[in-house]
T-cell receptor, first 115, second 116 residues
Framework: AQSVSQHNHHVILSEAASLELGCNYSYGGTVNLFWYVQYPGQHLQLLLKYFSGDPLVKGIKGFEAEFIKSKFSFNLRKPSVQWSDTAEYFCAVNAPDTGFQKLVFGTGTRLLVSP | GAVVSQHPSWVICKSGTSVKIECRSLDFQATTMFWYRQFPKQSLMLMATSNEGSKATYEQGVEKDKFLINHASLTLSTLTVTSAHPEDSSFYIC????????????FGAGTRLSVL
């Protein structure tokens, strides 16, 4: 079965610090990869996605992620975080064995950015 | 675009009663909707996949008679928690697939269920 690991459960940063959140998945074949963000009291929103092509994906709000197939990783990065980036971040994957329909989520990383 | 509305956002009920949660895609048609459950400080766990006009597909370990799912139209899916008990208290989240082979899910804001 597929699994997604997010090793950082809680991250605390000061504004302007750089961010990197780790995400590793277990599926060996072709996958679609996603990062979702959940701001306090709000619904999950899609930050960015990777389906194919350039492994460096740019998303909204200055976020980017790099797909490294050999490492089964899809880490999320932002060069300079803002207080408004305080949220929970979820990595997710879907795979062809479910028709690329079912999402498997990581456990999430809570990011707190102090002003 | 791609807005999913979920209602109610919070419901408190007595043990033994049933609760219905609605999930609507507001500006697109969703042939497939998904229902997730999220426990405190844990990830989202897929409960079932709901396809318009057909029976839902439940994940292993999810009681289909306990969690009734109906997807009667392309914009509405409902989850009914039947004979709710305190252990059913959780955060339930729906999502809708925009289709068109995009394989992107858009999420509702979730429903917090508290069973007394």
């Amino acid at each position: 079965a597929q699994s997604v690991s997010q090793h950082n459960h809680h991250v605390i940063l000061s504004e302007a610090a750089s961010l990197e959140l780790g995400c590793n998945y277990s599926y060996g074949g072709t996958v679609n990869l996603f990062w979702y963000v959940q701001y306090p009291g709000q619904h999950l929103q899609l930050l960015l996605k990777y389906f194919s092509g350039d492994p460096l994906v740019k998303g909204i709000k200055g976020f980017e992620a790099e797909f490294i197939k050999s490492k089964f990783s899809f880490n999320l990065r932002k060069p300079s975080v803002q207080w408004s980036d305080t949220a929970e971040y979820f990595c997710a994957v879907n795979a062809p064995d479910t028709g690329f329909q079912k999402l498997v989520f990581g456990t999430g990383t809570r990011l707190l950015v102090s002003p | 675009g791609a807005v999913v509305s979920q209602h109610p956002s919070w419901v408190i009920c007595k043990s033994g009663t049933s609760v219905k949660i609605e999930c609507r895609s507001l500006d697109f048609q969703a042939t497939t909707m998904f229902w997730y459950r999220q426990f405190p400080k844990q990830s989202l766990m897929l409960m079932a996949t709901s396809n318009e006009g057909s029976k839902a597909t439940y994940e292993q370990g999810v009681e289909k008679d306990k969690f009734l799912i109906n997807h009667a139209s392309l914009t509405l899916s409902t989850l009914t928690v039947t004979s709710a008990h305190p252990e059913d208290s959780s955060f339930y989240i729906c999502s809708a697939d925009q289709g068109l082979a995009k394989n992107i899910q858009y999420f509702g804001a979730g429903t917090r269920l508290s069973v007394l």
